[in-house]
C-alpha cells in the first residue's frame, strides 16, 4: 500500500524584530520629557571644535572652553542655567581657581561671560536655539534670550548635523544679527579664527563637520592630524634625503666609469703607439728621431 503524501499549507517566516520593532529613527534620542539629549553627533562634534580652537594672541590657559556645562547666569535665580553644546570664555584661567577642573560655569563668580556660544541643533531643541521661542511668566527666560541680553555674547552659531546649515549671528547693539558667510564659513576677526564646514574622516567617521580655520581659511588641525602631518612631512624628507644620496651615488658611479672608460682610452692608445713604434723599429725606423 503506498502512503500518500501530505502537503501542508505554506506559510511566511516569522519576521524579525528589526522589521517589526521601532527603529532608532521612531525611538530618537531626545526624551520629550527632557529636551535636548545628547546623539552620538553630539559626543564627536563639541570635542572636534575644542581640539582645534586656537585663537591667535591668546594664552590658551586664559582660555575655558565648555562642552554641554551647565552655564548659571542668574544670581536671583541660582538654580538656573543653560547647558551650551559648547562654548568659549576668553580672559578666565582654564583650570577653576587655578586648580580645578570645573563642575560647572558660575557667572557670579567667574564674572566673565563666553566669546562664542555654539549649539547643535536637535529637534526637540531647535525653535529655542533659533530664538522662535517665547520666555513664560515665572520660567526661565529661553536660551536666545539668555545669550543675547543677559550673557550678551558677542557671537552665536546655530549648526545643524542633518542639513550642514551653519547660521551665525553677531551681537549688534545689544541685539543679534545673522551675519555674512565669506566662503562658507564665519569670520571672527577678535578670534583671528573663522568658523565653517569640513568635508573629511574625524575619529573615523566621514562626513560634514564644522571646524575651526584661520581666517585665511587655512585648516586648523587636531593634535592626531599634525602628528599624521608631521610624520607624513618626515617621511617625505627621508625619501627626499634618500633620493638625494642615491643621485649622488649615482654621480660618483658615473663619474668613475667616466674615468674608468678615459682610463681605457688611454691605454689603448699607448698600445697602438706601442704597436706603431714597433712596426716603424721594423722598416729600420727610429720613432724617437721622428717629430
Known amino acids: 500500500m503506498i502512503e500518500k503524501t501530505r502537503f501542508l499549507p505554506q506559510t511566511d517566516p516569522p519576521l ?3 522589521q517589526t520593532l521601532p527603529t532608532m529613527y521612531d525611538l530618537p534620542s531626545e526624551d520629550p520629557e527632557e529636551p535636548g539629549l545628547p546623539d552620538e553627533y553630539h559626543c564627536y562634534q563639541p570635542p572636534l571644535l575644542r581640539q582645534t580652537f586656537q585663537p591667535v594672541n591668546v594664552d590658551l590657559d586664559d582660555v575655558f572652553v565648555g562642552i554641554d556645562l551647565n552655564l548659571y547666569y542668574d544670581l536671583r535665580h541660582s ?6 553644546d559648547w562654548f568659549a570664555v576668553l580672559g578666565v584661567p582654564r583650570l577653576y581657581e587655578g586648580e580645578n577642573l570645573r563642575l560647572s ?9 563666553p566669546f562664542v556660544t555654539v549649539e547643535l541643533l536637535s529637534p526637540s531643541t531647535a525653535d529655542e536655539d533659533l530664538g522662535r521661542t517665547v520666555s513664560q511668566t515665572g520660567r526661565p527666560p529661553t536660551k536666545w534670550y539668555v545669550y543675547e541680553q543677559i550673557l550678551r555674547v558677542p557671537y ?14 553677531r551681537l549688534v547693539a545689544g541685539v543679534y544679527e545673522q551675519a555674512e558667510l565669506i566662503g562658507g564659513c564665519l569670520p571672527i576677526p ?12 574625524y575619529e573615523k567617521i566621514d562626513r560634514t563637520w564644522l571646524r575651526w580655520f584661520t581666517l585665511e581659511g587655512e585648516l586648523i588641525l587636531t593634535p592626531q592630524e599634525e ?26 658611479a658615473e663619474s668613475e ?3 674608468a672608460e678615459s682610463e681605457q682610452r688611454a691605454a689603448e692608445s699607448e698600445q697602438r703607439a706601442q704597436r706603431l713604434a714597433a712596426k716603424l723599429r721594423e722598416l729600420n725606423i727610429d720613432p724617437d728621431e721622428l717629430d
Open 16 to 18: 524579525s524584530p528589526r
Open 257 to 259: 666609469q667616466r674615468a
Open 156 to 169: 552665536y552659531v546655530v549648526f545643524s548635523g542633518t542639513t550642514n546649515e551653519i547660521l551665525g549671528f
Open 190 to 201: 577678535q578670534l583671528g579664527l573663522s568658523l565653517g564646514l569640513w568635508q573629511g574622516s
Open 105 to 113: 560655569y558660575v557667572m557670579w563668580q567667574e564674572q566673565v561671560s
Open 79 to 84: 538654580n538656573w542655567y543653560k547647558r551650551p
Open 227 to 252: 602628528a599624521e602631518q608631521q610624520a607624513a612631512e618626515s617621511e617625505q624628507q627621508a625619501a627626499e634625503s634618500e633620493q638625494r644620496v642615491a643621485e649622488s651615488e649615482q654621480r660618483v
